[in-house]
């Protein structure tokens, strides 16, 4: 199971693009790089999913390089609703979607959005 | 609606009553797991079960029981609940091959 490496916290102002960047070494070839959202006493949402190159959706880009040893999450001009802890998970989609036993979150980055 | 349900939401016990914590999903998802949340610690998964009556132990699985008679209820024991275990709790579900997991509103546990 890959360990993941985040940054424990992060600031940044309102309409900035934020950038969080996850470490993860050793990586199998299998492995998906999937990102969660967590708010103040709230379950973690899930936000993105990807493999390699670039994932995008409504929430948030995903840059994987081609060497798949680290991650960063983009998310486009943040506001103060953006504050949370976001978490990076390194996982064997075919088991993790599923099996709860590779589902390991770390400690995540607090992202703290300011006006 | 799509959604994983835990119950009660807030729960203050004392030290070695037994309590439950109940979990169920809607999804027909195989997978579930219970996390617990400290200040400082993240999350950190007790139990987890892939299936109907298969279940496993997480990383801090001591003072806790699962049980999975159902797909869709997963709840959790705490047999002689001791202060330590004073969290915040969630549980999680999602189906065999899925992207995302789906966790529930959470369970404030506070043990006196």
């Keep these: 199971l890959a360990k993941t490496t985040q940054p424990i916290s ?3 102002y309102e309409g900035q693009e934020v950038n969080i960047t996850c470490s ?4 199998a070839t299998n ?4 990102w969660y ?3 103040p006493s709230q379950g973690p949402r899930f936000i993105i999913q990807g493999y390699k190159t670039k994932v995008t959706n409504e929430v948030a880009s995903l840059f994987i390089p081609a060497d798949r040893k680290s991650s960063t999450l983009s998310l486009p001009r943040v506001s103060l609703s953006d504050t949370a802890v976001y978490y990076c998970l390194v996982g064997d989609r075919l088991h993790y979607g599923g099996s709860q036993g590779n589902l390991i979150f770390g400690k995540g980055t607090k992202l703290s959005v300011k006006p | 609606e799509a959604q994983v349900t835990q119950n009660p939401r807030y729960l203050i016990t004392v030290t070695g009553k037994k309590l439950t914590v109940t979990c169920s999903q809607n999804m027909n998802h195989e997978y579930m797991s219970w996390y617990r949340q400290d200040p400082g610690l993240g999350l950190r998964q007790i139990y987890y079960s892939m299936n109907v009556e298969v279940t496993d132990k997480g ?6 029981k699962v049980s999975r008679k159902e797909k869709r209820n997963f709840p959790l024991i705490l047999e002689s609940p001791s202060p330590n275990q004073t969290s915040l709790y ?4 999602s189906g065999q091959g899925n992207t995302e997991a789906f966790f529930g509103q959470g369970t404030r546990l506070t043990v006196v």
């Design chain 2, 59 to 64: 990383d801090v699985p001591e003072g806790y």
């Design chain 2, 90 to 93: 969630f549980c999680a579900s």
């Design chain 1, 37 to 39: 959202q967590q708010f």
């Design chain 1, 10 to 12: 992060m600031d940044s």
């Design chain 1, 31 to 34: 492995d998906y790089i999937t």
């Design chain 1, 24 to 27: 993860h070494n050793n990586i």
